[in-house]
């Protein structure tokens, strides 16, 4: 089974921005399509972002003109690049194969306001 980690969470202030990472072994990551996903206490998790093989992105509407998934082939590490963010974007982040696959421990981000 894959095992992903994510990194780069942390405590910002409302507008601020954090990159998160999400870093595998071996290439799976550089050709596989991915997602970055969010979830908070009592909430169901949610699919905020997602990126083909082939690099085509897709966002949620809460996040879309806000966050960037981009990949790094040559690091087999995706990222998520948070701007402008808001107290409800705080949550824990997970990344993980749109194929499926098990989760990570995630990577907290809190935005205070």
């Known amino acids: 089974q894959v095992q992903l980690k994510e990194s780069g969470g942390g405590l910002v202030q409302a507008g601020g921005s954090l990159r998160l990472s999400c870093a595998a072994s071996?290439?799976?990551?550089?050709?596989?399509?991915m997602g970055w996903y969010r979830q908070t206490p009592g909430k169901q998790r949610e699919r905020v972002a997602t990126l083909t093989s082939s690099g085509t992105a897709n966002y949620s509407d809460s996040v879309k003109g806000r966050f960037t998934i981009s990949r790094d082939g040559t690091k087999n590490t995706v990222y998520l690049q948070m701007n402008s963010l808001k107290a409800e974007d705080t949550a824990v982040y997970y990344c993980?194969?749109?194929?499926?696959?098990?989760w990570g421990q995630g990577t907290q981000v809190t935005v205070s306001s």
């Open positions: 993980r194969l749109l194929s499926g696959g098990g």
């Open positions: 071996g290439s799976i990551l550089s050709t596989n399509a």
